[in-house]
């Protein structure tokens, strides 16, 4: 297992190299900010609602959901690519808190 830490506003996103499917360039953006900036706000805006959830549909290997549960917010994960989900997974097992907090599904 290589990991890999990235930091996304604040937060320290751990993530398996070898499964990840996208390139570190793709998470070097989220770090910049140049990456969806609106998806975070969005996400940031949901976990200071509380008691939030979200269902992120085509999770890939989990930005959305690795950055939503870093914000207290729980997830229903959904990916249909085997690479993908193994890699969401994995990187999912990196957490060592609110692993309650997330369900995914390969559908």
């Known amino acids: 297992m290589v990991m890999e830490v990235h930091e996304i506003r604040g937060l320290q996103i751990f ?3 070898e499964t990840e499917t996208y390139p570190v360039e793709y998470w070097n953006m989220a770090a910049e900010g140049t990456w ?3 998806t975070l706000d969005f996400i940031d805006w949901l976990g200071d609602q509380g008691e939030a959830a979200l269902i992120d549909v085509g999770a890939a290997s989990g930005i959305v959901t690795l950055y939503a ?6 997830v229903l994960a959904v990916e249909p690519s085997i690479p993908d989900f193994r890699a969401l997974q994995s990187n999912l097992a990196q957490r060592h808190s609110q692993s309650s907090a997330v369900r995914t599904l390969w559908a």
């Open 36 to 38: 969806e900036p609106e």
């Open 15 to 17: 993530i398996d190299r």
């Open 69 to 74: 549960l870093g914000r207290g917010v729980s």
